[in-house]
């Protein structure tokens, strides 16, 4: 397949005014007691679908920033120390509403926010998150929960310094999945909707959707979206000019 034209890969034209950076805030009413002037270190998210790339870029930018002597701390979904096996136990049953296993990641969440991402800044680490509340947010919408309340319950997070989203066509994501793991991951496909039989038929169809609310949230929270069919190369050298622009203020 011809790759496609990088979506945001261009430079920045001469004359065109950078934006400030802008003050730290918690999305909602945040953690109680933290005051954000003293959150010294720089929180950046990589968003995207399954097997768009996450790690392998999030590998990069470790090695890179340790490399240039950043210390680093990786944070994600499903790895608090609170509840990440008994949301993996929950996962392999359906009997958890969809309220219900949303708050159970809301606790993941807000377990690794206040133990891990708030201590780590403080200290002035550089956190990199693998995903964070835009794909739990969206994963909700997508089975028909009010936009209004989640954004509710994740105003109990940091607006992070910066939030890539990689970009990957669903039919691309399903060659890449195939080939790291053999098999399409059930609630990856959006298997639980019923969408359709056929869990390929149902990967395509599910991702669609959540491409879409990913659109629609990033009008609101403005990631930068990144062309995830390049190269890693190319996408990490870009990763890396638009961090380096972040570290600079
Ligand atoms: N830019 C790229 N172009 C082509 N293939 C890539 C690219 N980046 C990563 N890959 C490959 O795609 C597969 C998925 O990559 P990776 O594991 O980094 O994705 P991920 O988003 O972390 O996935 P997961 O959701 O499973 O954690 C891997 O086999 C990786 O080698
Ligand atoms: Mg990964």
Redesign the pocket.
């Known amino acids: 397949m011809k790759p496609q034209r990088p979506i945001s890969l261009r430079k920045p034209r001469p004359g065109i005014v950078v934006p400030r950076a802008k003050p730290r805030r918690f999305y909602g009413l945040g953690v109680p007691g933290v005051d954000v002037t003293k959150l010294a270190g720089k929180l950046i998210v990589i968003e995207?679908?399954?097997?768009?790339?996450?790690?392998?870029?999030i590998a990069r930018l470790v090695a890179w920033l340790e490399g240039s002597g950043h210390a680093t701390v990786q944070v994600g979904l499903k790895r608090s120390t609170l509840v990440s096996e008994e949301l993996d136990q929950a996962q392999q049953g359906n009997i958890l509403s969809h309220t219900t296993l949303s708050l159970f990641y809301a606790t993941d969440f807000a377990d690794q926010m206040e133990n891990i991402i708030l201590p780590a800044l403080r200290a002035g680490f550089m956190v990199l998150a693998?995903r964070y509340i835009y794909t739990l947010m969206v994963r909700d919408m997508v089975r028909g929960m009010d936009a209004a309340w989640l954004r509710n319950l994740y105003g109990i997070a940091l607006a992070p310094d910066v939030v890539f989203y990689?970009n990957v066509r669903p039919e691309e994501l399903v060659e890449?999945?195939f080939?790291?793991?053999q098999a399409l991951d059930y609630w990856e496909s959006g298997m639980d909707l019923g969408l359709s039989r056929d869990m390929f038929d149902s990967f395509l169809q599910y991702q669609a959707l959540v491409a879409a609310k990913f659109k629609e949230l990033q009008r609101s929270y403005g990631f930068t979206i990144l062309d995830?069919?390049?190269?890693?190369d190319e996408?990490n050298v870009e990763l890396r000019r638009r961090i380096e622009s972040v570290l600079t203020g």
């Open positions: 995207g679908a399954d097997g768009s790339g996450r790690s392998t870029q693998d990689l890449r999945t080939a790291k793991k995830g069919h390049c190269s890693a996408l």
